[in-house]
Antibody, heavy 121, light 108 residues
């Protein structure tokens, strides 16, 4: 059974940093793209970042480029999102999502339960 | 960046009725369009990928069509569990991938 479990969210002050993690199991992790998608409270989905199977290709939404860094550790079956210079409009549930391909663009066939990041002073 | 516009924002129908949801892209995405369903408090679920292919385990009442800039998700006969929010997503021009703003399907 595929499982994606996010952690690392919480309440953080503006300007601070946070690192989100996603632990994957139930599939061959290093065969697939992995992505982060976020959803502000009561709003729609926003794709944030994606990374290919071997970390050779990464991509970011314009709204987070330069502040967010996606990475993965295939030996640990883990995905990460480093978030710097947090802003109040970064407040959202952050989902880890499994891609349907190994590189390039992808759909998302499995999602974690999400981790809530709240940016407030 | 490709913008996806979904319509209508809200669709009010009764169980047993047919639902037609639209997604329009600001430029061609070929057939690289997917549909997701999201219920309150849950993560999204992939329904349709590459415009018309049902994902694993998705009932046959869900179907997708279209190519280029205009796409449709059809639910042939609504079941009570189908009332949710639906999102389209394109992967044609990556990065970024983008989602539409969603259509809420509510019980009339």
């Amino acid at each position: 059974e595929v499982q994606l479990v996010e952690s690392g969210g919480g309440l953080v002050q503006p300007g601070r940093s946070l690192r989100l993690s996603c632990a994957a199991s139930g599939f061959t992790f290093d065969d697939f793209n992995m992505d982060w998608v976020r959803q502000p409270p009561g709003k729609g989905l926003e794709w944030v970042a994606g990374i290919s199977w071997n970390s050779g290709m990464v991509g970011y939404a314009a709204s987070v480029k330069g502040r967010f860094t996606i990475s993965r550790d295939n030996a640990q079956n883990s995905l990460y999102l480093q978030i710097n210079s947090l802003r109040p409009n970064d407040t959202a549930v952050y989902y880890c999502a499994k891609g349907t391909r190994g590189s390039g663009s992808s759909n998302f066939d499995y999602w974690g339960q999400g981790t809530l990041v709240t940016v407030s002073s | 960046e490709i913008v996806l516009t979904q319509s209508p924002a809200t669709l009010s129908l009764s169980p047993g009725e047919r639902a037609t949801l639209s997604c329009r892209a600001s430029q061609s995405v070929a057939s690289y369009l997917a549909w997701y369903q999201q219920k309150p408090g849950q993560a999204p679920r992939l329904l349709i990928y590459d415009a018309s292919h049902r994902a694993t385990g998705i009932p046959a009442r869900f179907s997708g069509s279209g190519s280029g800039t205009d796409f449709t998700l059809t639910i042939s006969s609504l079941e009570p569990e189908d009332f949710a929010v639906y999102y389209c997503q394109q992967r044609s021009n990556w990065p970024p991938s983008t989602f539409g703003q969603g259509t809420k399907l509510e019980i009339k």
